[in-house]
């Protein structure tokens, strides 16, 4: 079994998490900067002086209930990306314990078909499929992943989970979302 397509497969979904990560945080961004708004907004309609600094907090969403509407759909997709998240990492995480991957050349069933063309004695010309073992993974349908690779993949897959925890306890100790 070749080692370097393992670990190509192995960065492929290791790139796949990274631009989900990129998502995530730009996400989570817009939801904390949502969160503050409406925190500022709440402190504010305490004090009626303050009546031109909650206009200006408005100002971007044009009504509070807007801002609530918006700060809930965020809520929404932010959940659903850390879903997404742990649900790369566990796919992963299941791949590091197995120590192999699936062979992305032939999907994980050890055999390629390729088309070919055979001339008969009329000189006509008939295509036909062959199978054979893949030879990226000499049949076997699975890949081994080295040592290194499954260290920095383990890495990553540690630091995501952690980001996402992190995440997860800032945003339950900023505020409780209003629902819609």
């Known amino acids: 079994m070749e080692e370097d397509s393992s670990n190509k497969y192995l960065l492929f979904n290791l790139q796949e998490l990274c631009s989900s990560i990129d998502i995530f945080l ?14 500022k907004l709440k402190a504010i309609e305490l004090d009626p ?3 031109a600094s909650m206009m200006l907090l408005l100002y971007n969403y044009g009504s509070k209930e807007k801002l609530e509407s918006e ?3 965020s809520k929404l997709k932010f959940e659903e990306l850390q879903s997404q998240l742990e649900g790369r990492c566990g796919a992963i995480q ?7 991957i699936n062979c992305g050349h032939c999907e994980g069933s050890g055999k390629v078909k390729t088309e070919k063309i055979e ?3 009329w000189n006509t010309m008939q295509p036909y499929i062959e199978t054979k073992d893949c030879p990226s993974c000499q049949g076997i349908g699975k890949l081994k992943i080295n040592d290194t690779s499954k260290k920095y993949a383990k890495l990553v897959v540690d ?7 992190m995440s997860r306890r800032l945003t339950d100790t900023i ?4 629902e819609e």
């Not at 630091?159 to 925890?165: C, E, L, M, S, Y």
């Not at 505020?175 to 209003?178: A, E, F, G, I, L």
């Open 26 to 39: 730009k996400i989570y961004n817009e939801y904390v900067e949502k969160l503050e708004t409406h925190n």
């Open 49 to 51: 002086k303050k009546r």
């Open 71 to 73: 700060l809930y759909r």
């Open 94 to 100: 299941k791949i590091l314990e197995s120590n192999y």
């Open 119 to 121: 001339r008969s004695e």
């Open 159 to 165: 630091a995501t989970r952690k980001v996402i925890d």
């Open 175 to 178: 505020v409780n979302v209003p």
